[in-house]
């Protein structure tokens, strides 16, 4: 079982950027890809980076290509996101769990499990 944390959230200007990180413990981390989704008040889980376990392909909501980065660092047992030009509309809880191999579309919440508690990211216009 693998058990993730999330930080790095908080408040941030449009414009501006954060870095969350999501820390595994467990088993061995390179084993899974990771993604990382984002809910808003009122509205469904929503994808928005996703990596394979080895960190050769990453995979990028339309909404973020461009701004933000997902990277991971198999010594840490870490995965990244990189967040910048911060819009508004980012503002949601970030949560990031655990991809089960071979399951489909890495877009899918119903293909992952193990997910953290999430972490608050507020954008202020």
């Known amino acids: 079982q693998v058990q993730l944390v999330e930080s790095g959230g908080g408040l941030a200007q449009a414009g501006g950027s954060l870095r969350l990180s999501c820390a595994a413990s467990?088993?061995?981390?390179?084993?899974?890809?990771m993604g990382w989704f984002r809910q808003a008040p009122g509205k469904e889980r929503e994808f928005v980076v996703a990596i394979n376990r080895s960190g050769s392909s990453t995979y990028y909501a339309d909404s973020v290509k461009g701004r933000f980065t997902i990277s991971r660092d198999a010594a840490k047992n870490t995965v990244y996101l990189q967040m910048n030009s911060l819009k508004p509309e980012d503002t949601a809880v970030y949560s990031c769990?655990?991809?089960?191999?071979?399951?489909?579309?890495?877009?899918?919440?119903?293909?992952?499990?193990?997910w953290g508690q999430g972490t608050q990211v507020t954008v202020s216009s």
């Open positions: 467990g088993r061995t981390f390179s084993s899974y890809g």
């Open positions: 769990a655990v991809y089960r191999e071979y399951s489909g579309s890495y877009f899918t919440p119903d293909h992952y499990y193990s």
